[in-house]
Each structure stands twice: as C-alpha cells, then as structure tokens.
C-alpha cells in the first residue's frame, strides 16, 4: 500500500487553516507551521485585567466561507460555530454633532440617511443596488478564480463582466462615482471608507471596489456568540479532528525545492518532505527569507503595500450608551488624511477613528458596567518612523475627538491599555511593515498585479492568505484557501 501524499502549510492564519481543511479532505495528510505558540495569526484574542479583545480584524462579513468548510468536512457548523445577523452595520459620528446608524435592513437605513443628512431614500437605496450588480457581474469570478488561468478569462461569466465593463467602474475611482452618485459630502465619506476595507486609498483605488458595500449592507454583518476568535478556535477544532497536524513554536526556515519542484521544508529542528508546500505567510517574506535562492517577482513585490494601523485597547469602567459594537468618527478632511497615509507615510494629524465594542454583544468581555474597547486609526505601514513618539501624540489626538464628539473624556475610565503598532503587527504576523492587507489597491491594475496563488517557478508551491489573490480580510483570506486547494492535484 502506497502511504498518503503530504502537504506542508506554512503559518497557522486562517488562510493556512482553512488551506489545511481543504487538503486533508482531499487525502493529503497535511502538517502546519507555525512560529507563535497559537493559531489564528491576526484573528487572535487575549485578556487584559477583566477584559477580553479580539486581538486583529473585528468586522465579519460573508459568513458562508466558514459554514462551507463544515459542510465540505460532512459536519453541522452550527455544532462548532454559532453566530447572528446584526441588526446595525455601524454608527456613524461627526465632529459637527451629526451622527446615525446604518442599519442592516436597507429601507430602513435609506430612511435614516435621508432623515438625518436629507438625501433621498430612493437614491440610497439605488446606490446598494448598483453595488449588488456590481458584485454579480463581477465578484464572484474575480474573487473565487485564479486571475493567471485561462479557463477564467474564457468562462461566461468574464465575457459578461467584459460587456458591462462601464458600470464597474474601473477607470474611474472609488471616491469619483461616489461623488457623482451620491452628492452630500458626508454620505460620499461614508461609502469611500469602504477602500480601507482592504486598506486602499478612495481618491486612488478603482470604482470596481464599490462592490464591498454589498457585502455589508447586502449580505449583512453578522457578529459570533463568542467574539471573532470563535471563527479561529471553530476551524482549528474542525481541522484537528479532521487529522490535520500543527506543529506550533516552530519556524519554517526555509521552502526545499529540487529540480523545479518543493519537495519540503527546513525548521530549526528538522526537515520535513513533502509533496506539495503551501505557504500562508506574507507573499515578501516568503520570497526574502524562505526563497532566497530564488528569483523573486519583483515587480509584484514593489508594489505599494497596504496601510497598517495603530490599535489601542482599552479597558473602560464605563458603559456608553450611544455607542455599539462597531463605531467610525470620521475627520474632517478624508483626502488629507489619505495623503498623509499613503504619499507621506506618516500618521494623519487628524484621523477617522474606529471603536469597536464586543462587550456590547458578549456581555462577559467585559465587567458589568464596563466596556473593552478597541480603538483603530488607519496609518502608514513601518517605514522607520519614530512610533515611540508617535504612540502619544495619537492617544492624545484620538482622546481629544472622541471628547469632543461624545461630550466626555474616555480617558477618564480606562482602566488598563495595551498598544498595537505596525512594528508589532509586522514582529507578531511577518506581514511587511505591518501592511494589514499585503498590497494596496491604488490602482486599476492592482489586482491583477497581486501575487498568484501557485508559483510560476516552482512546481508543487502554492499560496494563500491577504497578501495574495483575491486579497485581504477573512473572506477573501479564505478564498484563497479554496482557490490554492482547486489548483492542487488530487494525490
């Protein structure tokens, strides 16, 4: 009897885990690696004092990716993996005292838009529908297909997108249909921050991103029993039971590759073979660090990342009312701040702010009374900027906009703080410069210019995860899981 094919997953993010599920289903006997002593990569969570965070990305979105991976193994995912539709997307504050929610229910938000900013109901909702066409036409091909195959571009469906290339928006930007559809400032600023969805510039990116609105205001929000890290710890247990390995604290060194082919890898205590090796660690260092004998796609690799963020978590002893689990105050000049980010690649003076709020949901995040907040401002990836100096003067100018807006000092009630600075997201995930989605989408060509997810060099070598095709996020992440496990040969 011939022994069972192996596969290698290098990096325990979702990505890897899903990439692992997928495999072994298959009939590979599949072993991961991973440098931190836990999975999950930036979809991890930790305890401060009296307070649990959600270490990394707080919006769930698409939740079906994850369903389907229980269904493939022949399990019930509600049995692993509970969560619910949220009946808000967000809550929305101005400096001006304007502020609303955007409800989940589309008439509903429509209604409070025009209610509270005075722009008709009938166009908001045009709006969503154009996003919804948008994602129809186009979405499901370029983000469930490999963009380097053949048999993509001659599917139907991409011969239909060709048709009604001009309603997609490509060669135009995120921020220009915007203001041409929509007109009030205000209602424009909230449908260009959907480019930090993948932590791009609106007045750069192409319009075809208008898409992702669909994805919260379509699709839905959705929100789990237990906090995100649920999504992580679910998947893990599933890809355990299923036989997969994981081997933790142990850092792949290096991708072995013979002849053409990767043939296995090298840790600091072993080298493992393998028939094929999936990498789910950032697309740069995989090729600097991992692959140094090979030739590297550097026109890919030069391209401009990503931004990155500067997280602070608070513990608060205080419970406020007008807000909910996710929260966005915005600044005052958005092109600005995204010129500070990306041209200047240094902290916009004043920033749009995210709070988010799992205690609001999950009771037990926090103490009663208590709130544990999460606080993100979109910055430059690390370039050698003085983050020590940085840190403070953040804190202080965040502080002094959410005072100014809620009408209270927040600093008042922290109780306990931690900080999360690009250098730590790029020392704790190996994502370059602490980029939190590989590369930007600053351009029309971007995504066709993102790293393939198999090797062009290499026989047998795949890859997966934000910094690679189809892109950032937990869908995207676990899309190119499905993608990279469609491309590997049946063992």
Same mark, same amino acid.
């Given at each position: ?253 290096? %991708? &072995?590759?013979?002849?053409? *082919?990767?043939? =296995? #890898?090298?840790? /600091? $205590? ?127 100018? %965040? &502080?002094?906009?959410?005072? *100014?807006?809620? =009408? #209270?000092?927040? /600093? $008042? ?79």
């Amino acid at each position: 009897m011939t022994s069972k094919k192996t596969a290698v997953v290098i990096g325990a993010g979702i990505a890897g885990i899903a990439a692992s599920i997928r495999l072994q289903h298959k009939g590979y006997e599949v072993i991961v690696f991973e440098s931190n002593t836990y999975p999950g990569g930036k979809l991890s969570q930790f305890t401060q004092g009296n307070y649990r965070f959600d270490a990394g990305p707080s919006l769930f979105t698409m939740p079906q990716y994850v369903d389907e991976l229980f269904t493939l193994a022949g399990k019930n995912a509600s049995d692993y993996f509970q969560y619910w539709r949220k009946e808000e997307s967000c809550r929305y504050f101005w400096e001006d005292g304007t502020s609303f929610t955007a409800y989940a229910d589309q008439n509903k938000f429509a209604e409070e838009v025009e209610k509270k900013l005075e722009v008709s109901a009938a166009t908001v909702k045009k709006k969503l529908l154009q996003s919804k066409k948008m994602y129809e036409i186009a979405g499901r091909t370029f983000l469930e297909k490999p963009l380097n195959k053949v048999s993509t571009w001659m599917s139907a469906e991409v011969l239909r997108a060709a048709i009604q290339m001009p309603m997609l928006g490509i060669f135009s930007t995120m921020h220009r249909e915007n203001a041409r559809f929509l007109k009030h400032p205000k209602l424009i600023q909230l449908f260009d921050r959907y480019a930090t969805y993948n932590g791009s510039d609106p007045y750069r990116a192409p319009g075809i991103l208008n898409i992702i609105p669909h994805f919260e205001h379509g699709i839905g929000t959705f929100h789990p029993v237990k906090g995100m890290h649920q999504i992580t710890e679910s998947l893990f247990t599933l890809a355990t039971e299923l036989g997969v390995k994981f081997r933790f604290n142990e850092k792949v060194q290096k %991708i &072995l590759h013979s002849k053409g *082919k990767a043939v =296995g #890898i090298q840790t /600091a $205590l072993n080298t493992y073979q393998s028939d094929i090796v999936v990498s789910n660690m950032d697309i740069t260092p995989t090729y600097r660090r991992l692959l140094p004998d090979t030739k590297a796609p550097e026109r890919t690799l030069q391209q401009e990342g990503s931004s990155s963020a500067l997280i602070f978590y608070w513990g608060i002893n205080k419970s406020f009312s007008e807000l909910g689990l996710h929260n966005i105050f915005f600044s005052k000049d958005y092109r600005k701040e995204f010129e500070d980010i990306f041209s200047g690649k240094v902290p916009a003076d004043d920033p749009t702010i995210y709070v988010n709020i799992t205690s609001k949901d999950v009771p037990s995040d926090a103490p009663e009374g208590c709130e544990n907040w999460f606080v993100m401002v979109n910055v430059p990836a690390d370039k050698g900027q003085d983050w020590d100096a940085l840190i403070p003067k953040y804190k202080a100018a %965040i &502080l002094q906009k959410l005072t *100014k807006i809620l =009408g #209270i000092d927040p /600093a $008042l009630f922290i109780e306990n703080e931690s900080v999360l600075s690009p250098p730590l997201i790029e020392l704790r995930t190996s994502s370059t410069g602490g980029s939190l989605y590989g590369t930007s989408s600053n351009s029309r060509y971007a995504a066709f210019l993102r790293h393939t997810n198999d090797s062009s060099s290499i026989q047998n070598l795949y890859f997966c995860g934000g910094s690679v095709h189809p892109g950032g996020g937990i869908p995207l992440c676990l899309l190119s899981a499905k993608i990279v496990s469609e491309l590997c040969p049946k063992p």
